[in-house]
Each structure stands twice: as structure tokens, then as C-alpha cells.
Nanobody, 117 residues
Framework: QVQVVESGGGWVQPGGSLRLSCAISGSRFFSTYAMAWYRQAPGKSRELVGSITSDGITNYADSVKGRFTISRENTENMVHLQMDSLKPEDTAVYYC??????????WGEGTQVTVAS
């Protein structure tokens, strides 16, 4: 059973930074999967924030491009999301999972990010 645990969220003022982490346990083939970060704001559907391929190629939503950076540690089965220059509209619950949602892991609980003065 694959388990996904996100961490690192919290409250931050606009312009601040946070680093989220995602630990994947129970997956033998993590290093071969393209992974992604998603977020869901109150009253909105879940959206793709960005992704990283097995060999480290990243892609980002236009709304976070230039501010967010995804990285991965294949030996540790971890994915990270460095978020800089945060805006109030970045407030959401953040999740990680496979980029291919047809073969997704069970969703974790996510980690809450709140950007407010």
C-alpha cells in the first residue's frame, strides 16, 4: 500500500516563502514516475501546480511560473515544492501525486498553505 504524506505548510505573509515536502512510502518504482504537486483552494476544484519527470524535467502552471520550484530525491522517495514570492491567491491545500492521475496513488491529507497579512 503506497502512502503519501505532505508536510511543510503553514501561514506566511505575502512575499514570503515556504518549502513543502512529500514522502512516498511503499512504492518500489517511485523513481520512474513523473510526479506533480496539486492544490485546492476553498470552493474551487483541484488544480495542477507543476510536475517533474523521472529525470528532473519540470513544468509549471502559468500562475506559479518563476516563483515555485519542484525537485525530487529519488533515493529518498521524496518530492519538494519551494514556493517563493507567495501571494494570497496561493492559499490552498497542497497535495502531491503522480502526474498521471489514471494511475494515481491514494491521495494524502495534503498540507494547508495560508498566505495572508
Amino acid at each position: 500500500q503506497v502512502q503519501v504524506v505532505e508536510s511543510g505548510g503553514g501561514w506566511v505573509q505575502p512575499g514570503g516563502s515556504l518549502r513543502l515536502s512529500c514522502a512516498i512510502s511503499g512504492s518500489r518504482f517511485f523513481s520512474t514516475y513523473a510526479m506533480a504537486w496539486y492544490r485546492q483552494a476553498p470552493g474551487k476544484s483541484r488544480e495542477l501546480v507543476g510536475s517533474i519527470t523521472s529525470d528532473g524535467i519540470t513544468n509549471y502552471a502559468d500562475s506559479v511560473k518563476g516563483r515555485f520550484t519542484i525537485s525530487r530525491e529519488n533515493t529518498e522517495n521524496m518530492v519538494h515544492l519551494q514556493m517563493d514570492s507567495l501571494k494570497p491567491e496561493d492559499t490552498a491545500v497542497y497535495y502531491c501525486n503522480r502526474l498521471n492521475l489514471r494511475s494515481s496513488f491514494a491521495w494524502g491529507e495534503g498540507t494547508q498553505v495560508t498566505v495572508a497579512s
